[in-house]
């Protein structure tokens, strides 16, 4: 097939079980000029490249005119969509209640209580003989942290899931198609879901808990705090960020657990493997597939001149099983050494909730691994999420 579709057919949900034969094709091409005009990047070494390059922009402000499509009135503009120097001004009042050098225990206090979790979910288990991993327990883990982590009260996840599926429908790459619509009842989710999280936070000034919404608004520093409408866009992407790549990071990992019997018994025989298991997961079975970069000036690629302004996709999970890069990359292998994946990106956007995620599927695959000696796929391949950018099992049924 022609290579300037190839955007399209990754984007085809027929393909969402198996896309890596299109990311080979992708590596084989080098760059691939897509119909609408965007480039698609494929090989490890330039995506690494680029990430780190200061003339690629996250910002679809820096967008041409036709990529652009129209502005919201509402629009909130997230540190994850930003460069610097604001993006790392952001970023830096972000990090002060979540990790070091201000909050340096604040993970791993929380590991007791991950696990206490993950150990109720699985109670639940008893005397049933099929579940499904993604509503039993990849779902509620993370949701459950990161509601305890923000503030948030466990009850309202109903009100919020559907705010979060829409902002992630609105943010996914989708070539050819107008992404105004898209962006407007997106953007009109993120709002509502910002009024509500400022809100909550707003009830704790003066009255703070253990918590970050309630850090946020009761910063002493005045040089610390953020605006109403950047708590608003930070607890946003918090929240969203928190718990959707984690559900697919546990899904992705149980299902290729099952379907590797041989490495899923060395792990429950060495469980001191996990956390380098944990990323080669990252590696093999990516959260998340591509992320979209803005060329702030005409730029090489693999001797392809990449004009100012045009959407540059990047293909991290094709990066992640680049033969140049990975010693046999279509292998699943916990033991891999030298394994610098771009499961969480890099550069300046480098996801600063990687700690969480990683010891949150550490923990999770710890009590479920015991659990697993016996069990069989209900279906493979699984339903996937709709999403090629977030790609991961909507349901993982598995019988007991």
């Given at each position: ?24 094709e992708l590596r084989e091409a080098g760059v691939a000029r897509q119909t609408d005009g965007s480039y698609l ?323 999770a695959l710890a009590a479920l691994i015991p659990r697993l000696g016996t069990t069989t796929l209900v279906q ?21």
């Open positions: 097939m022609a290579i300037d579709t190839l955007l399209e057919r990754i984007n085809d949900y027929a393909n969402r079980p198996d896309p890596y034969p299109l990311y080979a990047i494929g090989a490890y070494h330039d995506i690494m490249a680029l990430l780190h390059d200061p003339r690629i922009s996250a910002d679809r402000r820096n967008l041409a005119a036709p990529y652009r499509g129209l502005p919201q009135e509402e629009e909130q503009i997230s540190l994850i969509v930003l460069d610097d120097p604001e993006h790392h001004r952001l970023r830096s009042l972000a990090m002060r209640p979540f990790g070091p050098p201000h909050s340096p225990g604040r993970l791993d206090a929380m590991r007791d209580e991950i696990a206490q979790i993950a150990e109720e979910l699985i109670e639940a288990f008893d005397g049933r003989a099929r579940i499904d991993i993604v509503d039993d327990f990849a779902y509620p883990l993370p949701v459950s942290v990161i509601c305890r982590l923000l503030g948030v009260p466990r009850e309202d996840e109903p009100v919020f899931r559907e705010w979060s599926a829409t902002i992630i429908d609105s943010a996914d790459i989708k070539p050819g198609a107008d992404p105004t619509e898209r962006r407007r009842v997106g953007g009109r989710a993120r709002v509502e879901m910002g009024r509500y999280l400022v809100d909550l936070a707003e009830q704790r000034r003066g009255h703070p808990r253990d918590d970050m919404l309630s850090a946020f608004v009761n910063e002493p520093d005045p040089a610390g705090l953020l605006t109403r409408e950047e708590l608003a866009a930070t607890a946003v992407l918090l929240l969203i960020a928190g718990h959707e790549t984690t559900v697919n990071l546990i899904t992705n990992g149980v299902l290729t657990l099952l379907r590797h019997p041989g490495q899923l018994e060395r792990l429950r025989r060495e469980p001191e493997l996990l956390p380098n298991a944990v990323e080669e997961l990252l590696r093999y079975e990516p959260p998340v597939h591509m992320r979209q970069r803005t060329p702030l000036a005409n730029i090489d690629v693999a001797g392809t001149t990449v004009p100012k302004g045009v959407p540059l996709v990047l293909m991290l999970a094709s990066g992640n099983r680049d033969p140049n890069r990975f010693r046999d990359p279509e292998r699943f292998d916990p033991t891999r050494p030298d394994n610098q994946h771009l499961g969480f990106g890099s550069g300046i956007h480098l996801c600063y909730g990687g700690p969480l995620a990683r010891i949150e599927a550490q923990i493979d391949p699984p339903p996937y999420r709709r999403s090629a950018m977030l790609r991961g099992p909507r349901h993982l049924p598995i019988e007991l």
